[in-house]
């Protein structure tokens, strides 16, 4: 990063605090890269936790909750390019497990095949 008293770049760390967190979490996953003369689907395989997603440290000690675990309750997953491509839906509900959502099709899909490199969107809810 550029340093403005010594006018040059230095290493710099960039450090992120959340005061409060929310009952439903969505990360938002990059998956297009842009340049000044190219627009490419980013493909690369983001390996997410399905239960206990904890973000503890990322809270400010003066703001701690005492819930600050998170399960993965649903994922839209894109396939396709920039130009265009189709969108999927694996949702779960408790009780029933994990269900696939491709248009009018619905199937059960086990918690072991949900991750993919197709995933766009993660929702999650505080456990």
Known sequence: RYCPCCKKHQQAMKKLDLWRLPEVLVIHL?????????????????????????????????NEQPYNHYRLYAISSHYGNMGGGHYTASIYQEGKGWHKFDDECVTPISEDNIKTAAAYVLFYRRE
Request: aromatic share 18%; charged share 25%.
């Open 30 to 62: 990059k998956r297009f890269s842009y340049t000044q003369f190219t627009r490419n689907k980013l493909e690369t395989f983001v390996d997410f936790p399905i239960s206990d997603l904890d973000l503890s440290s990322y809270i400010t000690t003066e």
